[in-house]
Every structure is written in structure tokens, then in C-alpha cells.
């Protein structure tokens, strides 16, 4: 059974940076692609980033250049690092892997429980 648990959010300021962590259990990176997605009060869940077993990734425009997903295959963790957050950046960041070659993860795919990021202006 796959499981993701994610960590590391938190309240930051503007500008500031929060890393977070997805711990997952039950598969290996290699048959997987990995992503974070979030959602805002109100709004559609957004894609963020995504990292195929390849090691290509993909970023949503809003993040690009400040977002960066790697990921520890001794470790089963995925990370995602936002540097120069904006208030626009708060919502519940979620962790989802689909066992598939290529991003983007679609909605078969399995998800975490999210983590609250809050970016205060």
C-alpha cells in the first residue's frame, strides 16, 4: 500500500523559505513519478512540481525558479525546497506519487494528507 506523509510546513514571512518533506512507503521511486500539488482556500488543487524516475522535472509557471523538488532514494523522500515565497504561495501542499513513467500525476494517483504552508505578508 503506498503512503505519503508530508512535513515541514509552517508560518514564514514574505520572502522567506520553507522546505518540505514527503516520506513515502510501499513502492520504489523507480516505478514512480512523485509530485506536489496544492490547494488554496477556495481554488482548484494546482500542480507544482513533478519528478519523473528519470529525473526530469516539471514546475508551474507561478514556481519556476523558486521551487525546487529533488529527492533521496535511499531515504524514500521527496522534497521540495520554496525559496522567495509570496503571500500567494499559502495553501495545503499535498505529496502524490502514480505508479506511471512521466509527469504529470493524474487523479488515480495516491495522496497525502497535505501540509499547511502560510506565507504572511
Known amino acids: 500500500e503506498v503512503e505519503l506523509v508530508e512535513s515541514g510546513g509552517g508560518l514564514v514571512q514574505a520572502g522567506g523559505s520553507l522546505r518540505l518533506s514527503c516520506a513515502a512507503a510501499g513502492f520504489t521511486f523507480d516505478d514512480y513519478v512523485i509530485g506536489w500539488f496544492r490547494q488554496a482556500p477556495g481554488k482548484e488543487r494546482e500542480g507544482v512540481s513533478c519528478t519523473s524516475s528519470d529525473g526530469s522535472t516539471t514546475y508551474a509557471d507561478s514556481v519556476k525558479g523558486r521551487f525546487t523538488i529533488s529527492s533521496d532514494n535511499a531515504k524514500n523522500t521527496v522534497y521540495l525546497q520554496m525559496n522567495s515565497l509570496k503571500p500567494e504561495d499559502t495553501a495545503v501542499y499535498y505529496c502524490?506519487?502514480?505508479?506511471?513513467?512521466?509527469?504529470?500525476?493524474?487523479?488515480?494517483?495516491?495522496w497525502g494528507q497535505g501540509t499547511q504552508v502560510t506565507v504572511s505578508s
Open positions: 502524490a506519487a502514480e505508479k506511471t513513467s512521466w509527469c504529470p500525476i493524474s487523479a488515480l494517483g495516491s
